[in-house]
T-cell receptor, first 111, second 114 residues
Framework: GENVEQHPSTLSVQEGDSAVIKCTYSDSASNYFPWYKQELGKGPQLIIDIRSNVGEKKDQRIAVTLNKTAKHFSLHITETQPEDSAVYFCAAVEGTYKYIFGTGTRLKVLA | EAGVVQSPRYKIIEKKQPVAFWCNPISGHNTLYWYLQNLGQGPELLIRYENEEAVDDSQLPKDRFSAERLKGVDSTLKIQPAELGDSAVYLC????????????FGEGSRLTVL
């Protein structure tokens, strides 16, 4: 079955700097790669996603890149702000519903 | 529009006691998921419903866990009897049917088993 690895587990950056979180997956049948942000005491919330026929997608300060050959995808956050501090999860989705989540990255933006 | 609603938000019980969690998905979402989230981990699927049918319950520990989604709307997840290792956050999510897309999560029910 699918296995998703996520790195780093924790990340501290100065406000205004960029943050990069990387994930690798094992199943080439996975076709959808969402990223979720989870704040303390809340459920995960989708922040950006990418499908397997696209290499890069950007939404304001966040972007995701996908390398299908290498089976890895990354989340990029530029100009980080304190409110970006949270736990971020990547996921690889096979078919229509088989979501496999990474183990999460705790991002701390230092003011 | 209201999001996914879960209750209770917190529950503390002693081991061997029963516990139940309730979820109301977003109106119109046919697909409902129950996920288990252990501390410091990503969500792991317990069961997925399409309308009232449980179409994937392969990861549900059926000796002590049960779930139902009567009438294809609200859902209940039950644990009986609870064990110490069941302490975790139980997340409910819903989505539209069809191509993979956004999962809408509730805020979760945090269970502590003493």
């Amino acid at each position: 079955g699918e296995n998703v690895e996520q790195h780093p587990s924790t990340l501290s950056v100065q406000e205004g700097d960029s943050a990069v979180i990387k994930c690798t997956y094992s199943d080439s049948a996975s076709n959808y790669f969402p990223w979720y942000k989870q704040e303390l005491g809340k459920g995960p919330q989708l922040i950006i996603d990418i499908r397997s026929n696209v290499g890069e997608k950007k939404d304001q300060r966040i972007a995701v890149t996908l390398n299908k050959t290498a089976k890895h995808f990354s989340l990029h956050i530029t100009e980080t702000q304190p409110e970006d501090s949270a736990v971020y999860f990547c996921a690889a989705v096979e078919g229509t519903y088989k979501y496999i989540f990474g183990t999460g990255t705790r991002l701390k933006v230092l003011a | 529009e209201a999001g996914v609603v879960q209750s209770p938000r917190y529950k503390i019980i002693e081991k061997k006691q029963p516990v139940a969690f309730w979820c109301n998905p977003i109106s119109g979402h046919n697909t409902l998921y129950w996920y288990l989230q252990n501390l410091g981990q990503g969500p792991e699927l317990l069961i997925r419903y399409e309308n009232e049918e449980a179409v994937d319950d392969s990861q549900l520990p059926k000796d002590r866990f049960s779930a139902e989604r009567l009438k294809g709307v609200d859902s209940t997840l039950k644990i009986q009897p609870a064990e110490l290792g069941d302490s975790a956050v139980y997340l409910c999510a819903s989505s539209l049917q069809g191509a993979p897309g956004e999962l809408f999560f509730g805020e979760g029910s945090r269970l502590t088993v003493l």
